[in-house]
Nanobody
Framework: QVQLVESGGGLVQPGGSLTLSCSASGSIYSFYSMGWYRQPPGKERELVARITSHGTTNYADSVKGRFTIFKHNGASTVYLQMNGLQPEDTAVYYC????????????????WGQGTQVTVSS
């Protein structure tokens, strides 16, 4: 029973920057990782960046050097700083939380936000 709320999406010019945020609430207890995925129009969802509860990060090759994922408070809020945005970055961005286990009373170990639209266009 975890709720994820994303914010920060919008329309930006090529080369611009945006910072996305994702706040988790509910029965957090603990988690293995949180991350960001994106789904461009007509394409499948792909991993953008993840961060574990210990702070280990990983990124898709397409965003390395441009995007940074970080957490601020008890690892229950994560951010995605996106610099040098390109039209190819246009997508719906989804926050994900992986608990790492299925807790008693739950039916899944993963949770998803509703998504936030990022559009990079002139």
């Amino acid at each position: 029973q975890v709720q994820l709320v994303e914010s920060g999406g919008g329309l930006v010019q090529p080369g611009g920057s945006l910072t996305l945020s994702c706040s988790a609430s509910g029965s957090i207890y603990s988690f293995y990782s949180m991350g960001w995925y994106r789904q461009p129009p007509g394409k499948e969802r792909e991993l953008v960046a993840r961060i574990t509860s210990h702070g280990t990060t990983n990124y898709a090759d397409s965003v390395k050097g441009r995007f940074t994922i970080f957490k601020h408070n008890g690892a229950s809020t994560v951010y995605l700083q996106m610099n040098g945005l390109q039209p190819e970055d246009t997508a719906v961005y989804y926050c994900n939380l992986d608990r790492g286990f299925t807790a008693i009373g739950e039916t899944t170990s993963e949770y998803w936000g509703q998504g936030t639209q990022v559009t990079v266009s002139s």
